[in-house]
């Protein structure tokens, strides 16, 4: 047995770890009297209705524990690292590779390249399969792990080992046909490159990827990001209006044959290619409840919705109008990346107009940093906004998307920090989530259930 064991680093409120006074600095021994190797072992030895924990106290105490719970019902622990386990480094050169293109000097976690089967799961990232270990599709198929995110770019397999600078990379897709074969549910993606596999080859992934229904749901097509870091890297160049018009015109044509044919849409653009083509975002239902969401297919088409259902709710509850006739006045600024700069200055403004008391200024914030070609908020640094924002009107709170943020932290990615941001531009730094909820109760200064329960960052300049 492993003596060390996985230390817990919280316990989740309301659950069986609370209830039975395990807390935060124990350490997890063994669940049925087995070792727990990672985060592969740990999710399938606690789905059974009776378990045995191991537990030791920081006092060197060891407590086992009997515990009877529904099937699959989960015990509330968190542990210091989440794969419980070393993290995986990926040992391929994509040539799209984003980690590639960034400058030197950067934290160290920064140039960390990740494609582990265990992150997939635990938190969603997208792997290639090259990485992944005959032990691991075995673990996957016995435990039944799903979903499983694939980063396909392309079913060539001479393109994919081209693409993927990996000479097994070919050889990789047969994995899907097991995950497939083993009742495993997938989402894909693909990271176009122009002229690259992008046209023929791209309707040829469509097609190959569509016979992987129903247990692939979906797949995203996303634009390959490119900073101006590219010295010794493969040539590639920026998509065009008239790419990004093509690339719509087949994915909406697939889109629709298979709707007819299977109820899904099955293919998806990210919200990247509307805004270079200059079309606008089609309707919710296209979004097939948004499984894309974390690729950016869908989050402006999601943020409207709650935006609109936030302000409907605003007017049929009275607020809108009591706002109006208090005499309330308030001054605020947001600011966010390019991409989505014209979608924030639309709802600022709307919601100007309902409550005229209210003055929203909206700031793009051009990727100095990255270069002009990096448009999407989160990879924003605090320099960049720092230096574009000096000297403008922020009013009483400068808004940022959740985003620009290292997640669960106050750390841009060029170690500013956002108490540093709000001491150099003078003002209140707030946080709103991506939610169009959020920003409508956020912008206005009127709480909501997210901010109530600590989701809302802020710092005092």
Not at 335 to 344: D, F, H, K, V
Request: proline fraction near 4%.
């Amino acid at each position: 047995m492993n003596p060390k064991g996985h230390r817990i680093q919280r316990i989740i409120p309301g659950s069986i770890a609370e209830e039975l006074e395990i807390t935060a600095g124990d350490t997890l021994l063994a669940v049925n009297g087995q070792e727990i190797t990672d985060i592969f072992d740990y999710q399938y030895d606690i789905m059974d209705t009776y378990i045995e924990v191991l537990i030791r106290k920081p006092s060197g105490e060891e407590w086992l524990l009997e515990i009877d719970k529904e099937y699959e019902e989960d015990l509330g622990l968190e542990f210091e690292n989440g794969l419980m386990d070393e993290y995986r480094s990926c040992r391929n050169k994509c040539i799209f590779c984003f980690i590639d293109q960034m400058p030197p000097g950067m934290r160290d976690t920064l140039y960390f390249k990740d494609d582990d089967a265990r992150l997939s799961f635990l938190q969603g990232n997208y792997i290639t399969l090259t990485n992944l270990s005959e032990q691991d599709m075995e673990r996957i198929i016995r435990y039944h792990l799903s979903p499983i995110n694939i980063s396909f770019q392309t079913t060539n397999p001479a393109l994919r080992c081209e693409m993927l600078h990996n000479r097994f990379a070919g050889e990789a897709l047969a994995k899907v046909d097991r995950l497939r074969a083993g009742g495993i549910v997938m989402n894909g993606q693909v990271v176009l490159c122009k002229g690259v596999n992008d046209g023929a080859e791209l309707e040829r992934t469509i097609r190959d990827l569509t016979g992987y229904m129903p247990e692939l749901e979906s797949v995203s097509v996303v634009p390959v990001g490119l900073s101006k870091y590219r010295e010794g890297l493969y040539p590639l160049e920026p998509f065009t209006r008239e790419d990004a018009l093509a690339v719509l015109e087949r994915i909406h044509g697939w889109q629709e044959r298979l709707y007819q044919k299977y109820g899904t849409h099955f293919i998806h653009a990210s919200d990247e290619w509307y805004i270079l083509a200059g079309l606008p975002m089609p309707e919710a239902a296209r979004y097939d409840g948004y499984p894309q969401l974390e690729n950016g297919v869908g989050m402006l088409r999601l943020q409207e919705e709650e935006f609109r259902e936030a302000m409907a709710e605003l007017a049929a509850s009275g607020v809108a109008q009591k706002l109006r006739e208090s005499g309330y006045r308030r001054t605020v600024s947001a600011a966010t990346g390019l991409l989505a700069y014209s979608y924030i200055e639309e709802m600022a403004r709307r919601l100007m107009d309902a409550v005229p008391g209210l003055t929203v200024r909206v700031y793009p914030v051009r990727n100095d940093f990255f270069g002009e070609l990096i448009t999407v908020s989160g990879l924003l640094t605090g320099g960049d906004i720092r230096a574009q924002l000096a000297g403008k009107d922020l009013g009483e709170i400068l808004f940022l998307p959740e985003n620009v943020l290292r997640s669960g932290e106050d750390v841009f990615l060029d170690d500013v920090t956002l108490p540093a941001l709000g001491n150099a531009l003078q003002t209140r730094v707030n946080i709103v989530k991506s939610s169009g909820r959020d920003f409508v109760y956020q912008i206005l200064g009127l709480e909501t259930e997210a901010s109530a329960a600590g989701g809302e960052g802020e710092s005092n300049g």
